[in-house]
Each structure stands twice: as C-alpha cells, then as structure tokens.
C-alpha cells in the first residue's frame, strides 16, 4: 500500500522561503507521477505542481517562478521550494501520487503552510 508522508509546512513571513518534503513508500517510486496540491479554507483543493519520474515539471500559474519541485529516485522523496510566499499560499499542502496511465492515486495527510507577519 502506497504512503506519503509530508514534512516541512509551519509559519512563515511573507517573502520568506519554506521547503517541503514527502517520502514515498509501498511501490515502486519511479512509475509514480508525483504532485503537490493545496487547499485553503473555503476553496477547493487546487494543483500546484507535479513531476514525472523523467522530472519533466508542470505549475500552476499562480506558483509559477516562485515554486519548484524536485524529486529524489534514490530517496523516494519529492520536494517543493517555495520562495516569494504571499498570504494567498497559505494552504494545507498535500503530497499527491498517480500511477502513469491509471485511475490509481494516493494523498498525503497534508501539511499546514502559513503565510503571515
């Protein structure tokens, strides 16, 4: 059974950088597509990034020059930096799995990312 664990999320200043982690276990990592996604109260859960095991990336609008996603094949680990944060990327940040050309998808239990003086 496939889990993701999320890491890193807490308070931060606005301008301020945080980096974010998500340890994959249960499969083989590099058939997975993994993703970020966010939700912030009263909103829907929208996508923020997500890379393929080639590392070919993808972003959302919103988080585009600001955010990157990176992953570790040999750590089994996906990671966002976030810089530049506004209060509009305070969310709760969810670590995202699907696997390549199936319906099959796992979610992190999220984690908390505050933006604010």
């Known amino acids: 059974q496939v889990q993701l664990v999320e890491s890193g999320g807490g308070l931060v200043q606005p301008g301020g950088s945080l980096k974010l982690s998500c340890a994959f276990s249960g499969s083989i990592f590099r058939l997975w597509v993994m993703g970020w996604y966010r939700q912030a109260p009263g909103k829907e859960r929208e996508l923020v990034a997500t890379?393929?095991?080639?590392?070919?990336?993808n972003y959302a609008d919103s988080v585009k020059d600001r955010f990157t996603i990176s992953r570790d094949n040999a750590q089994n680990t996906i990671y966002l930096q976030m810089s530049g944060l506004k209060a509009e990327d305070t969310a709760v940040y969810y670590c995202?799995?699907?696997?390549?050309?199936?319906?099959?998808?796992?979610w992190g239990q999220g984690t908390q990312v505050t933006v604010s003086s």
């Open positions: 890379i393929t095991s080639g590392s070919v990336t």
């Open positions: 995202h799995a699907k696997y390549g050309g199936t319906l099959q998808q796992h």
